[in-house]
């Protein structure tokens, strides 16, 4: 075990034993050189003078796991502000409550699968898409997960539009700006996430209708034309006056690998701009969680654990680990079987307690359908040792069991007492 760790002023905790400082201890007003934290107000005056500070993890009264998972922590930080040096990380804090989001986001979104449908049809018509109409578009949903992402997951999921190009436009935009969140990224950032998740695939406008809904493994030569639509999306964010270099490299270089093996120029680690890295993340993701001609829709669960293995091959690890933390190894939306044998849906997947969100029952434990359906929160059983607390067992097929998730409505049934 490490000996000594450094550590942010803003993680510190009582019982920790600082050893070193990241200036002077003359230039501070600390007389001993080297003590332990014992008052919440000491961590408040170290945090007025420095950054951050060395623990001795030795004399820390912290047990092994704990500190472990402050050295994983500020690694991650280290990997990430490596991965965005130019740009100022923050953190986020939920804003608003599930509940209070919930109408916000249905607004944003309704508005926004609109604007979709106004905007890929100015491709159509036009060549090109009106870019202030987009940005306007987005913020709403900007503001919506910088407040609290799990509202707008949730109801993403529920909502699905009849075309999947369409479809994959807005939840690659959702995911990505909730991974943007969760990275720190300043809302000018998030914002360029958001839109150049949204034209990644405006290329495939341009394509034959065929193409796209093919149901067989496509042809050497149907492969070329459909790898084609990065270039066609160039075209049109370039024609849109669209000169943004984060929306350009997303739409430009979403298809390329971390090891090299992606389109249309092969590049690899480095050479991949960051937010291009994040896309491919969010596109892929996406696209294993819908159903498409060619394939069935995966469980979120599933997905993520083949985006995990694929960390350091296909896709960053550092990235790939944060997108994780983002949306959860359940996210909302994910249909999931509990102990209990009864099938739910989650609503909201609070960050601070990933395995144990709230789920909304849908199915008894002999798989029919409630007339009315419950919200269980499971953190709340296991806080109450109920011997009845259940647990999710394992993440479902969207289709499971012939659940529709799109005839739930996104907010009286996530909000019974609404």
């Known amino acids: 075990m490490l000996e000594t760790l450094k550590i942010m002023t803003s ?20 007389l001993i050189q080297g003590f332990r934290l014992e008052t919440r107000e000491q961590i408040d005056a170290l945090q007025k003078h420095c950054e951050y500070v060395l623990i001795d993890t030795r004399q820390s009264r912290q047990k092994p796991d704990a500190l472990q998972r402050k050295v994983r922590t500020e690694r991650r930080r280290v990997e990430l502000a490596s991965i965005f040096k130019d740009r100022a990380l923050q953190t986020y804090e939920d804003d608003s409550e599930f509940v209070e989001e919930t109408p ?7 508005s926004l699968l609109i604007d979709i449908d106004d905007i890929f049809g100015q491709v ?7 870019a202030i109409q987009l940005k306007k578009s987005v913020d709403p949903i900007i503001d919506s997960i910088s407040r609290n992402p799990d509202a707008c997951l949730w109801i993403a999921r529920m909502k699905q539009h009849d075309k999947y190009t369409y479809q994959h436009s807005l939840g690659a935009s959702i995911w990505a700006v909730s991974m943007g969140r969760q990275l720190g990224l300043p809302k000018h950032d998030l914002r360029s996430l958001g839109m150049g998740a949204m034209l990644m695939d405006v290329g495939k406008l341009r394509l034959a209708p065929e193409l796209l809904q093919a149901d067989d493994a496509l042809t050497p030569d149907q492969a070329d034309q459909m790898r084609s639509h990065v270039a066609h999306g160039l075209e049109i964010v370039e024609e849109s006056g669209i000169i943004n270099p984060d929306i350009i490299n997303m739409v430009g ?3 390329e690998r ?13 050479e991949i ?7 491919a993340i969010v596109d892929a993701y996406d696209a294993m ?7 069935k829709a995966l469980s979120p669960s599933h997905a993520i654990k083949q985006l995990y293995e694929a960390r350091d091959s296909s896709f960053q690890a550092e990235l790939v680990e944060a997108f994780i933390q983002a949306i959860g190894i359940y996210p909302p939306g994910s249909l999931v079987e509990l102990s209990s044998g009864e099938v739910g849906v989650v609503v909201a997947e609070a960050r601070t307690r990933r395995l144990r969100p709230r789920v909304l029952i849908l199915l008894d434990v002999d798989k029919n359908p409630i007339p009315h359906p419950k919200t269980v929160d499971l953190q709340a059983q296991q806080d109450e040792a ?3 607390a259940c647990t999710i067992v394992r993440g479902l097929d969207p289709e499971a069991y012939d659940v529709d998730l799109s005839t739930i409505d996104v907010y009286t049934e996530a909000h019974p007492a609404a």
């Open 289 to 295: 969680t819908s159903r498409r001609s060619y394939a």
């Open 258 to 270: 971390y090891d090299g093996s992606g389109y249309p120029h092969g590049l690899a680690r480095d």
């Open 253 to 255: 270089y979403h298809h």
């Open 11 to 30: 993680d510190l905790e009582v019982g920790m034993f600082i050893s070193a400082l990241d200036r002077p201890w003359l230039e501070t007003p600390f």
């Open 386 to 388: 109920s011997p009845m």
């Open 104 to 110: 916000r986001a249905v607004h944003a979104l309704g």
């Open 273 to 279: 701009p960051p937010v291009a890295r994040i896309a």
């Open 124 to 130: 159509k018509e036009k060549g090109r898409f009106n």
